[in-house]
């Protein structure tokens, strides 16, 4: 039988029950945080902000407060989280801005994108280089084209959306008839007016325009009004 001498009462807590774990978590967390701004990352309240160690922050990242990183998330350099934020198994690409109270599951943003505020990204949602989405707009299983922007009020599911194209708020894919889930394809330059209702499956034509409040059951051809 031997002593050991320790430092700190912390390096050796036992966890018996819920309290006990809570505050050892807490110590863990701060070790983290701490060792996140010691390389560079800004974290604006670190008392609040909750970050797994799984995840691999790059230098020059700001985060904001009550935000939550989990699982194994990938964020590059320059990267700004807003406060209240969730961003869970996710990859953030260079410079690209999480705003405000969006939340991030299983996705993937490119370099220069905008998401939020109010932004949701669900399990295959995939943001190319300068996309935008704005307020309560929900992607899921779907890729936004490079430079793309949904910036209202808009549902894209199952849909593959081309480079340059704006889509109007109050836009959804109806993508489920109940039974089976379609795809939505929207090829390059095309505009697609508020209110209107994408009704799978369908694609719509590079450089068409769908005027607002439109109904598309059927595909419209590329330069098509």
């Not at 909750?50 to 700001?62: F, G, N, Q, R």
Request: charged fraction near 20%; charge should be negative; proline fraction near 3%.
């Amino acid at each position: 039988v031997s002593s050991i001498i320790v430092e700190n009462e912390r390096d050796v807590l036992g966890v018996n029950n819920r309290a006990d774990l809570a505050r050892v978590e807490s110590i863990a967390r701060a070790y983290r945080n701490r060792e996140l701004m010691l390389s560079g990352v800004t974290l604006r309240d670190p008392a609040s902000t909750w970050i797994s160690a799984e995840s691999v922050i790059a230098s020059d990242v700001e985060i904001g407060p009550n935000v939550c990183i989990e699982g194994i998330s990938k964020i590059a350099e320059g990267v700004t989280i807003e406060q209240g934020s969730i961003v869970k198994n996710s990859v953030l690409g260079l410079e690209s801005k999480i705003l405000a109270y969006s939340h991030l599951d299983g996705a993937s943003v490119g370099s220069a994108c905008q998401v939020g505020p109010y932004g949701r990204l669900r399990p295959g949602a995939v943001m190319e280089d300068e996309a935008r989405i704005g307020n309560f707009v929900e992607m899921k299983k779907t890729v936004l084209g490079r430079g793309s922007k949904a910036n209202h009020l808009t549902y894209l599911g199952d849909a593959t959306i081309g480079a340059g194209v704006n889509v109007g708020a109050g836009t959804i894919t109806c993508n489920y008839d109940g039974t089976h889930k379609y795809p939505t394809t929207i090829g390059n330059g095309a505009f697609v007016g508020s209110n209107t209702e994408l009704v799978a499956p369908v694609s719509i034509g590079d450089g068409a325009y769908v005027g607002a409040g439109s109904t598309i059951t059927e595909d419209v051809p590329a330069g098509g009004l």
